[in-house]
């Protein structure tokens, strides 16, 4: 990757240098496409990890940043899910093993700042990859082509835009692609943890009154082998308060929502903090530009669906545009109208999906509640039903592009011992 400090003229640009924007510049770099990167790199996020499953690990794969996502991450063997709501109908506890499909893992599970490093060091390698390390101020689409205008006034050609710059996408706003925002009254707190007893490899999620309690495995260090990161929705109140206290007292709280089951708490690190939103747009692409991650949905981080379908968004575009001459009109609009078909299916099915399961939590009403439970009872006691649901958590059937249907090859992962004992049958 080299740095641009003239006007440079390329056949992709991809605007946004977090996770999402990385991978694409890869992804079309890997396709032989001359790509410029443009944004900032992301600040370090507190307590903030990434469960990449199965598709997101074949993907990096393809990509070439597996092996070292794997060095850093550590594998997630199965997901455990306890309702804690106290509700009238009594729920079984709910596993969803990787096992059941035939999969070692169903994923890896990678601290979020890790993850930018990684991607980041790879572009650096590319020859086909120009870094320019600033924001864009707007934007010119055309016929022809579009360009990126800098704030210095630098001017940035492309035949095509890939927008990976957020839920603020000044792309998006130029285009004219009109957005659906919501917000939730919750808040999640991130961090990392010590315990201490092993999390055997497996995420445990509380499905609480006030949003899901989820803890998901890390690898250990030296000084720390049993690790785990935490994802915790509560409402504002609670979330000020929560931040107020003495971290031992917040430690006692965060062992006494999780059961005791990983033993005594320390909390590793600063402690981050968001608020729970959704959105939606109108449509994913537009004449030469296309939207991907965070600049075309936005949900709560339940079931680690966020950045698995924003990386589904990248995979999904490459496919489209493969083979595409980007300077036809009509052969990019077909492809862009394809990709708009996949990606408002699948982003429509996640984000609904989503959406109704943080609302039956936080809403104490009674057919609600009977319905949550029953679909646990049914996935609990039907295989065929809990398989096809691990599938498609994993491995969606709706879009699997390319470059994510090629199983990954299979070393050791990081983290605690390969096993079962600490998961309830």
């Not at 020859?127 to 055309?142: G, K, P, T």
């Not at 991130?190 to 899901?212: A, K, Q």
């Not at 009674?366 to 498609?392: H, N, Q």
């Amino acid at each position: 990757m080299t740095a641009a400090h003239e006007n440079i003229r390329s056949e992709i640009l991809v605007a946004g240098a977090g996770a999402t924007g990385l991978a694409a510049a890869l992804a079309f770099a890997r396709a032989g496409l001359k790509t410029t990167l443009a944004g900032r790199i992301p600040p370090p996020l507190p307590g903030r990890t990434v469960a990449l499953f199965e598709s997101s690990v074949r993907f990096l794969d393809a990509l070439g940043a597996l092996e070292r996502v794997r060095a850093r991450g550590c594998a997630v063997e199965a997901i455990h899910m306890i309702d804690d709501t106290d509700q009238f109908l009594p729920v079984p506890e709910l596993n969803l093993r990787a096992r059941e499909i035939g999969l070692p893992a169903l994923g890896v599970n990678v601290s979020n700042d890790d993850l930018v490093a990684i991607l980041l060091d790879l572009c650096r390698d590319r020859s086909e990859i120009a870094f320019v390390d600033a924001d864009i101020a707007d934007y010119e689409f055309n016929g022809d082509g579009a360009v990126a205008i800098l704030a210095d006034g630098r001017r940035l050609q492309a035949d095509f835009i890939v927008a990976a710059d957020g839920r603020n996408s000044r792309a998006r706003a130029v285009a004219g692609i009109d957005v659906k925002e919501w917000t939730y009254p919750q808040i999640a707190l991130t961090m990392m943890l010590r315990h201490e007893f092993p999390h055997e490899n497996v995420s445990t999620e509380y499905h609480t009154r006030s949003g899901p309690f989820t803890l998901v495995p890390l690898p250990a260090r030296e000084d720390a082998p049993n690790r785990s990161s935490l994802v915790w929705l509560m409402s504002v109140a609670d979330a000020r308060r929560r931040l107020a206290k003495p971290r031992e007292e917040l430690e006692y709280e965060i062992e006494d929502f999780a059961k005791s089951e990983l033993g005594a708490m320390r909390i590793e690190g600063d402690i981050g903090q968001f608020r729970m939103g959704g959105m939606q747009v109108s449509k994913h692409a537009a004449g030469r530009l296309a939207l991907v991650g965070e600049t075309c949905h936005i949900f709560p981080p339940i079931g680690a669906q966020g950045l698995n379908l924003s990386l589904r968004d990248v995979a999904d575009l490459e496919d489209c545009l493969a083979s595409v001459d980007l300077k036809n009109p009509r052969e990019l609009s077909r492809a862009l109208a394809r990709y708009d078909r996949h990606r408002r299916g699948d982003i429509g099915f996640r984000t609904h999906g989503v959406d109704l399961l943080n609302r039956s939590l936080i809403i104490p009403y009674l057919p609600v509640d009977l319905l949550r439970g029953a679909s646990f009872i049914a996935m609990a006691a039907l295989g065929p039903l809990r398989r096809a649901v691990i599938r498609e958590g994993v491995l969606p059937h709706l879009v699997l592009p390319r470059l994510m249907r090629r199983p990954a090859h299979k070393p050791e992962v990081a983290g605690a011992p390969h096993g079962r004992a600490g998961l309830r049958s």
